[in-house]
């Protein structure tokens, strides 16, 4: 049990945006530092190791396991081809049952409307639920930007909220750190400096926090798991009933969800029940499934809202190839058997979704590719993923189609400009010659006995490191020729 000195606040504001990533690199370069944290890296292989034992035992229970995953495959397929008909049927439905629906083309969009609708309610604090789609749209720098305080209330992410870190773990988002960091966390941000790390005392000390938190709260925030469009029912789906709580006691419930989460029926959930907990958790049903559709008088939320997210999927969906990325339900099972997520861990990735699912989706999300631009070769293409993935995701396949557009944009950039110049200058006799002494006089500080040795940084030097360029000779043939006395 664990004490409060008298005025002490359990919630100490909590700014860490300015601790996130402001400083985006590439995956190999992110991957560096990552290497050099042996602790990291052994908190991860640690935990990822007991979460792959854990799934391997209860999905070799189920003697049909392969059909549940075509069969869940063949539904979000279904939905995916006729995205647009099961939206305006969720919306539908979603109204019908007494909620509101809000389209939001990107985060900016879907920012704006949240900041909205909580300000309308006169508060300035909110308590969320574990969201990935959240952390996509960075909402919890948005509301703090607008003077909102964002509660985290599932432990993991309360963690890394207090230590203003990003999450690096789809599922655990903490999973980067040990229980003596969490103490210490604990002990700095909710005023305890006796707690131990025992797990139990922990737990205590972040009950007691959230609850309050719980009791006070007129509007919560929740992402979703899968929303059915005939019913117009959310569902979310977590383990320690936070979630619950938040989507029960409060007046108000916002819930963003990215639009690829919709399902065409309410009994599809059947398949996806089978598949999610096992493939997440290692266990055979979640403790806590949450499910409402709209809002019911004296029972809950009395108010409800839907921000229905695009934030670059219809770009993902217009591409036959990649689509099958959107059928991912947020599982982690490919994170956790993927080679190179387990030595780099998730901050590396610069992105909500890590490991092998964030090197597909989120480089087909972004509109800027820049740094992630590098994430489809975060991969040794061994193929664990998809052999583990509940909805089929062939993401080898499709890392290899995301590095063949990197590969077309790079030609299009730099060898593309180079090949345009090189054409101008020989499209002529005379551009061809004037070229051939620019390049005689400027090779001259280069060169060394007949070859190029320095190139000059950028693409050439990386191209020239593993190459033998010959330098231009001092005189062309026809130089040559000319020079003949004996020529006829
Ligand atoms: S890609 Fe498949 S295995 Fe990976 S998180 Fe998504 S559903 Fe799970």
Request: proline share 6%; glycine share 8%.
């Amino acid at each position: 049990m664990v004490g409060r000195k008298p005025g002490d606040s359990w919630l100490k504001p909590v700014t860490g945006a300015a601790a996130r990533d402001a400083r985006p690199e590439s995956f190999p370069q992110a991957a560096v530092a990552a290497l050099a944290n042996p602790r990291v890296r052994a908190n991860i292989r640690h935990a990822t190791t007991s979460i792959r034992s854990k799934r391997a035992a209860v999905v070799a229970e189920v003697p049909d396991w392969d059909l549940l995953r075509i069969a869940a495959a063949a539904i979000k397929d279904e939905t995916l081809t006729s995205l647009d008909a099961v939206l305006v049927e969720l919306e539908s439905s979603v109204k019908a049952a007494g909620g509101t629906v809000h389209w939001a083309r990107d985060a900016a969009e879907a920012n704006e409307i949240v900041i909205g609708l909580v300000r309308a309610e006169g508060v300035d604090e909110v308590v969320k639920v574990k969201s990935l789609a959240t952390d996509e749209i960075r909402l919890n720098e948005a509301l703090e930007g607008a003077g909102i305080q964002p509660i985290e209330t599932d432990l993991a992410e309360m963690i890394i909220q207090f230590a203003g870190e990003r999450p690096s773990h789809l599922l655990v988002p903490a999973i980067h750190k040990n229980r003596a960091e969490i103490r210490d966390l604990f002990r700095d941000r909710l005023g305890l400096p006796h707690l131990s790390e025992d797990p139990a005392e922990l737990a205590e000390a972040a009950r007691l926090h959230l609850r309050e938190a719980f009791l006070r709260a007129r509007v919560a925030i929740s992402g979703a798991n899968f929303a059915a469009a005939d019913t117009g029912t959310i569902c979310v789906v977590e383990s320690e009933g936070n979630g619950r709580m938040c989507t029960t006691l409060p007046e108000v419930l916002i819930t963003v969800m990215g639009i690829e989460k919709a399902i065409p029926r309410f009994r599809d959930l059947e398949v996806f029940m089978q598949l999610l907990p096992r493939s997440a958790t290692g266990e055979r049903m979640n403790p806590y499934t949450s499910m409402w559709t709209g809002v019911r008088q004296g029972d809950g939320p009395q108010t409800f809202h839907l921000v229905l997210l695009d934030a670059g999927r219809t770009r993902v969906l217009a591409d036959p190839a990649g689509r099958p990325a959107l059928r991912c339900i947020r599982c982690s099972a490919c994170i956790n058997v993927c080679p190179v997520y387990r030595q780099t861990g998730g901050h590396a990735y610069h992105s909500p979704y890590a490991g092998p699912i964030g090197a597909i989706l989120e480089p087909q999300l972004a509109r800027e590719k820049g740094a992630v631009a590098s994430l489809p070769f975060a991969s040794s293409l061994c193929g664990a993923c998809y052999d583990v993935c509940p909805v089929l995701i062939d993401i080898p396949s499709i890392l290899i189609h995301e590095r063949a557009k990197v590969v077309a944009r790079e030609r299009a950039g730099v060898e593309g400009r180079s090949l345009k110049l090189l054409g101008r200058a020989f499209a002529t006799r005379a551009g061809y010659e004037r070229a051939q002494r620019l390049g005689r006089s400027f090779q001259r500080p280069v060169t060394r006995d007949g070859w190029v040795t320095h190139f000059p940084p950028g693409p050439l030097a990386a191209w020239g490191r593993s190459r033998d360029l010959p330098a231009l000779p001092a005189q062309t043939f026809r130089e040559w020729w000319e020079s003949r006395d004996d020529r006829a």
